[in-house]
């Protein structure tokens, strides 16, 4: 069964640094999403991506957040100045369809 | 923001018996509903969907119906097994965000052998 590829499993950064997180989506996917989770809370959307471009943004997705799409098969998420409060598992999204919405198992990001 | 509201924190069923999960939502655009499964440290693994023309859909033991009118899903899995255990979050979609779910806060359910 397709999947969705999440790297690295686990980040840990110091605070103020640069993280970019991986993901290939699955290949005749044409939407493709990040969420996030921080621990005991719920998954919360962070940002939607169709025709290269963004389709939507939640609040949370700030001036410190961008993603691309830098070839055919990468799907990337980047947080310019990690803040403690960044730490959350990221959840990377593909779908053709509402019903084929499948997730990547998740990057779990540690600012210490 | 609680659009989608799961108020059982928690479940707990014997292996065999009807373990049924709620979610209510207040959006009234929404249009799509699904249900995923997640173990700890994994990403959220699909289940089950509805459409809001339907107000049941079956496959294999899962079970979603929909009540539009009161604003409520429900989950139903028949029979249990231990191997369910896991957290089940409902997430709804539609009016102008095609694709962007938003999640209930999630139910622990457990089934004993």
């Known amino acids: 069964e397709p999947e969705v590829t999440q790297t690295p499993s686990h980040q840990v950064t110091q605070m103020g640094q640069e993280v970019i997180l991986r993901c290939v989506p699955i290949?005749?996917?044409?939407?493709f999403y990040w969420y996030r989770q921080i621990l005991g809370q719920k998954v919360e959307f962070l940002v939607s991506f169709y025709n290269n471009e963004i389709s939507e943004k939640s609040e949370i997705f700030d001036d410190q957040f961008s993603v691309e799409r830098p070839d055919g098969s990468n799907f990337t998420l980047k947080i310019r100045s990690t803040k403690l409060e960044d730490s959350a598992m990221y959840f990377c999204?593909?779908?053709?369809?509402?019903?084929?919405?499948?997730f990547g198992s998740g990057t779990r990001l540690t600012v210490v | 923001d609680q659009q989608v509201k799961q108020n059982s924190p928690s479940l707990s069923v014997q292996e065999g018996r009807i373990s049924i999960l709620n979610c209510d939502y207040t959006?009234?655009?929404?249009?799509?509903f699904l249900w995923y499964k997640k173990y700890p440290a994994e990403g959220p693994t699909f289940l089950i969907s509805?459409?809001?023309?339907?107000d049941k859909n079956e496959d294999g033991r899962f079970t979603v119906f929909l009540n539009k009118s009161a604003k409520h899903l429900s989950l139903h899995i028949v029979p249990s097994q231990p191997g369910d255990s896991a957290v089940y979050f409902c997430?709804?979609?539609?009016?102008?965000?095609?694709?962007?779910?938003?999640f209930g806060q999630g139910t622990i359910l457990t089934v004993h052998p």
């Open positions: 999204a593909s779908s053709a369809s509402r019903s084929s919405y499948t």
């Open positions: 509805i459409s809001s023309i339907k």
């Open positions: 290949s005749n996917h044409l939407y």
């Open positions: 959006n009234s655009m929404f249009d799509y």
């Open positions: 997430a709804g979609s539609g009016g102008t965000s095609y694709g962007k779910l938003t």
